[in-house]
T-cell receptor, first 113, second 112 residues
Framework: QQQVKQSPQSLIVQKGGISIINCAYE??????FPWYQQFPGKGPALLIA?????SEKKEGRFTISFNKSAKQFSLHIMDSQPGDSATYFC????????????FGPGTRLSVLP | GAVVSQHPSWVICKSGTSVKIECRSL??????MFWYRQFPKQSLMLMAT?????????EQGVEKDKFLINHASLTLSTLTVTSAHPEDSSFYIC????????FGSGTRLTVV
């Protein structure tokens, strides 16, 4: 119940394409869902986050879609760029302050020039 | 704002020695900090929750005597890997602040 599932494990996209990463959870007590970008040898950096009372949130080229009934959420990266090549993690918070996270297993994104 | 500094960024130590990793909140006070461990090409796993002025809360399966956590001030938490062995080699990351804003840059520990 504490797990967050993530797919695909790896993704290759052409420059300018759309990258889509999907996550699913079981615990309905989760109430904050961030996405992180991590480059090799670095800590994760928050990209965008959403709460269950919103179905979609967009920030620049990044969009989260949230389906509360299906307990699924996804990250869309529009106009993908080679600089977006990184590992992406979805996560879910299990406390009231968005601090204590369960992470998905990660998706390694490669954007080809 | 909300900057977390982690030091050192990498460390190599001999088997049997202890290593201390520092996590500092630079521009805010953090009553709670979190320590994660990440193996190559794997996800982040929460090890423990560090609470200022009190004992840390460890996740199931994490040896509290091996991974000593001290959170003596509102801006500093330390993780000490005691009697390190090669299997402790990993990437250790701390985080602080609300709503997932800030993770440290990580510490690559290699035990030889």
């Amino acid at each position: 119940q504490q797990q967050v599932k993530q797919s695909p494990q790896s993704l290759i996209v052409q420059k300018g394409g759309i990258s889509i990463i999907n996550c699913a959870y079981e615990n309905t007590a989760f109430d904050y869902f961030p996405w992180y970008q991590q480059f090799p040898g670095k800590g994760p950096a928050l990209l965008i986050a959403i709460r269950p009372d919103v179905s979609e949130k967009k920030e620049g080229r990044f969009t989260i879609s949230f389906n509360k009934s299906a307990k699924q959420f996804s990250l869309h990266i529009m106009d993908s760029q080679p600089g977006d090549s990184a590992t992406y993690f979805c996560a879910a918070s299990r406390d009231n302050y968005g601090q204590n996270f369960v992470f998905g297993p990660g998706t390694r994104l490669s954007v080809l020039p | 704002g909300a900057v977390v500094s982690q030091h050192p960024s990498w460390v190599i130590c001999k088997s049997g020695t202890s290593v201390k990793i520092e996590c500092r909140s630079l521009d805010f006070q953090a009553t709670t900090m979190f320590w994660y461990r990440q193996f190559p090409k794997q996800s982040l796993m929460l090890m423990a929750t560090s609470n200022e002025g009190s004992k840390a809360t460890y996740e199931q399966g994490v040896e509290k005597d091996k991974f000593l956590i001290n959170h003596a001030s509102l801006t500093l938490s330390t993780l000490t890997v005691t009697s390190a062995h090669p299997e402790d080699s990993s990437f250790y990351i701390c985080s602080a602040g609300s709503y997932g804003y800030t993770f440290g840059s990580g510490t690559r520990l290699t035990v030889v």
